[in-house]
């Protein structure tokens, strides 16, 4: 059975050891040889877990089996990359990332259940639009199937055919 939960303070350690395995993985899925992209992409979820323990302003969903933390999903204030490129513009909604499944849980519906689930705690809390960003390729497949395409695309931002996609969602 999975449980879908907001992870309490025993479950930082393994947060963090489950978004650098799946991070680490979704590297090398993609074809990503940057150790310090790695790193800084893995550092970023780390600061938003630390803030998450904080009770600063991001939420955490995570979906547990029996033994272990398999997938996870955050929102919070437009990442540094969606202000840069969109100049701030989107700053006023909140961010869903982070999304992350263990790749021997990936293609079960964990990742649509953790999406659904993030959905519905920014409705409670009154939220009614979010944005949410993908260059992965693997998540721009994914993403455009759930929701469609991008509402904007960067072309080329992380090279040449490395595009970057941004959606804005209404609840």
Known sequence: MIDYIKPALEHKSALKAHYKRVITHTFQVDGIDDAEDLQH???????????????????????????????????????????????GKLNHLYEIGSLYVNPAYQGQGIGSTLIRQMQEELRAAGIREFCFDASYTLAIKTWTKMFGPATYVVKDYWGEGGNHHIWVVTL
């Open 41 to 87: 992409e893995i550092d970023t979820k780390y600061s938003y877990i630390e803030r998450y323990y904080r009770q600063m302003d991001v939420c955490f969903i995570i979906a547990k089996d029996d033994k272990q933390i398999i997938g996870g999903i955050a929102s919070y204030r437009p990442n540094s990359n969606i202000d840069k490129m969109m100049k």
